[in-house]
């Protein structure tokens, strides 16, 4: 995902991880088969933000993991703001409004042009 989608400044898109079904584990811990120290480290190697234990079925975990990604969107869009990223530089696009205002002057009517 990093490659491909990201913010305006370059930074990668918040991502957290849902470690789902946790149910199964509060039953059986045998259920279990991933470590916390296996979780953190694929979230560090893979820009995770973090990780929550969550499960569907009880609805552990899944309100504050969506508040916790929520409030990093919020951090970071505050943080472009300070920054004041703008857009790519568009300064070299055509400015159509100018043509058209050059062609109408010149010919007394619309600035159209036929193709």
Not at 28 to 56: M, P
Not at 65 to 80: E, H, P
Request: hydrophobic share 30%; glycine share 6%; aromatic share 6%.
């Amino acid at each position: 995902v990093d490659d491909k989608v990201f913010l305006r400044n370059g930074d990668n898109i918040p991502v957290v991880l849902f470690a789902n079904k946790w149910d199964l584990v509060d039953e059986n811990e045998q259920n279990r088969t991933v470590s916390d120290d296996e979780l953190d480290d694929f979230c560090h190697e893979n820009h995770y933000v973090g990780w929550f234990t969550t499960s569907a079925k009880t609805g552990l975990n899944v309100k504050k993991g969506m508040n916790f990604i929520i409030t990093k969107v919020m951090k970071n869009n505050r943080k472009l703001e300070q920054e004041n990223t703008e857009p790519e530089d568009t300064s070299q696009n055509i400015d159509l409004t100018a043509h058209n205002k050059k062609q109408q002057n010149d010919s007394g009517g619309c600035g159209c042009t036929l193709i």
